[in-house]
Each structure stands twice: as structure tokens, then as C-alpha cells.
């Protein structure tokens, strides 16, 4: 039963920090950055694995990270090119480093124990049994902690950048002018980008990650205001999906990855509902306004 409580708090966790990064990256119009970032890492796993020849290493995170870094920069660079959208810069930097990393495992004479499907999948049911010991204490799943890091991060920078973030994501040039580092907080999105979906996509896999980094945030920006609300219920719609998606594959006996991205679309299905009805209460209103007003007019 621990065991499914471990799972449980690792989903929730992950979820937070998934859906607080995809708003920022879904007012940077990049919002399926990670999804290129899990292949472009590859070079930076392969490195990784020549220097310590073990898969399970601290060096291979951060050879992934760095990559991954590096692929951030990229595209934004590419992206500033007038004629090239960012999509065409995402496909062009992920393509290349990908394929750079299937050229490097394919060496026989690098010997190299992996394979280009490794940066795809997690299991989410294997965090319970890989423990962090401290002093000699089991203080718990050494996958929950690293979680718990990352969600730790992203909060400290959304909270740091409550004010800066805003005018850094809809207006830089703006930002500028106001004496606001626009770099410092680019890099720093970069940086958590690349960071968090290393640790996520080797917790709990890439279909996790990418429907909690895209499908809440994409749900509150129906309905938010601001950039606070927008994270606020960002992060309820996302705990809500993987407390759902955990119960559902709990009943069904089923993928727990599965279950949690089945559940976020239902969730935005459910908000993309109240959104219309929301729209078409507020022209139905409008309507019954202007048919007043001309009435009145006409008397």
C-alpha cells in the first residue's frame, strides 16, 4: 500500500511542476518544447554513459540537462530569425541532435549499452524501489526527492519573477526599457526546462509529462486573467488529472502513465465545455442588451 502512496505523491509532485513550467512556456508560444527536448538529450545521455560506463549516473543527468540546455538556445536563436517559425526551429535543433546521438550509439567501437528509444520512457511504478539513503536513513524514494527538487525550483522562480515574468513573456522589448534582465530570465526558463523534463522523463515517462506540460495550462488559459490565475489553476487542473488518472488506473488495473493523460484530456474536455457554454451564455446576454437598447430607442 506504501507503495502506492509513493506513486501517488510522485504523480502529484510531478504534476505541479509540469503544469506551472507549461505556462510559462505556453505564453512563449513553446509550449511543446519538451517534447523535443526528450530527443535532443540523447548526446548529452551518450557522453554521459563514456565517462561513467553506468546508465544509472549523476554525470548522464548532467550531460542530458546540458544538452538539453543547449537545444533551448538554439531554437531560441533560430526562432529569432524572421523568416523561420519556432516550430521549424524546434523540428530543425531536435532532428539534428537526435540524430547525432542514434550516430554515436550505432558505433560498435564506442561499445555504448543504450538505445534511442532510453530518453522516451519511465515507469512510474519503479520509484518505490529506488530509496535515498542519508546517513544510513532511508528518508524515502530517491525519485520523489528529485521531484520534489525540481517542483521547488520552478516555484522559487515563479515566485522570484511574479512581476518580471509577465512583461519578460508578452512584451521583452518592453522589458528591456523597464531595466529588467530579459536574458536572466529566458536562460532561466531554458534551464528549467531542459532540467525538469530529464528528471520527469526518467521518473514517469514522456506521456505523462507531455499531457501534464500541455494540456492544464492549455485548460487555464481559457479561463485566467492573469498570469497568477493562469498558474494557479494550471496547477489545480493538473493535480486534479493525476489524482483522477492514478484512481483510474487503480480501478482498471492499467498503466498509471496511461491513466493520468487519459484523465487531463477529460479534464479539458470538461473546461472546454464550461468555456463555450460560458460564451454563449455571455452573447446570449449581450444580444438581450442590444434588443433593449433598440427598443428603447424606438419608443
Not at 141 to 158: E, N, Q, S, Y
Not at 220 to 234: E, V
Not at 272 to 289: A, D, E
Amino acid at each position: 500500500m506504501i507503495s502506492y502512496v509513493f506513486i501517488l505523491l510522485t504523480a502529484i509532485v510531478v504534476s505541479g511542476s509540469s503544469s506551472l513550467l507549461g505556462s510559462l512556456l505556453l505564453l512563449r508560444k513553446q509550449i511543446l518544447l519538451v517534447d523535443a527536448i526528450s530527443h535532443a538529450i540523447l548526446p548529452g545521455l551518450v557522453v554521459g554513459y563514456l565517462i561513467t560506463a553506468t546508465k544509472s549516473s549523476s554525470v548522464m543527468i548532467v550531460g542530458a540537462t546540458a544538452c538539453g540546455f543547449l537545444a533551448t538556445l538554439l531554437i531560441e536563436k533560430l526562432s529569432q530569425v524572421r523568416t523561420l517559425h519556432a516550430d521549424a526551429a524546434m523540428g530543425v535543433v531536435f532532428t539534428v541532435l537526435f540524430s547525432l546521438g542514434v550516430l554515436l550509439i550505432s558505433q560498435p567501437w564506442l561499445n555504448i549499452d543504450l538505445d534511442q528509444d532510453c530518453v522516451l520512457f519511465g515507469e512510474m511504478a519503479y520509484v518505490p524501489f529506488h530509496h535515498l539513503f542519508l546517513g544510513g536513513l532511508d528518508i524515502g524514494p530517491r525519485g520523489l526527492w528529485m521531484a520534489v527538487l525540481v517542483l521547488g525550483l520552478i516555484t522559487v522562480f515563479c515566485y522570484r519573477g511574479r512581476k518580471e515574468l509577465p512583461m519578460v513573456l508578452f512584451n521583452p522589448e518592453y522589458a528591456r526599457t523597464m531595466g529588467i534582465s530579459v536574458a536572466f530570465w529566458q536562460y532561466g526558463i531554458a534551464f528549467l526546462t531542459a532540467f525538469s523534463t530529464v528528471i520527469h522523463f526518467e521518473l514517469v515517462g514522456s506521456i505523462v509529462v507531455v499531457a501534464l506540460v500541455v494540456i492544464p495550462p492549455s485548460a487555464a488559459f481559457l479561463f485566467a486573467k492573469s498570469f497568477p490565475a493562469l498558474l494557479r489553476l494550471s496547477l489545480c487542473l493538473a493535480i486534479i488529472s493525476s489524482m483522477a488518472g492514478f484512481g483510474i488506473s487503480w480501478l482498471v488495473n492499467g498503466s498509471v502513465g496511461g491513466g493520468i493523460a487519459s484523465a487531463s484530456f477529460g479534464v479539458f474536455l470538461v473546461c472546454l465545455v464550461i468555456y463555450r457554454m460560458q460564451r454563449k451564455k455571455r452573447s446570449q446576454v449581450h444580444m438581450n442588451n442590444y434588443a433593449t437598447a433598440g427598443a428603447q430607442i424606438n419608443m
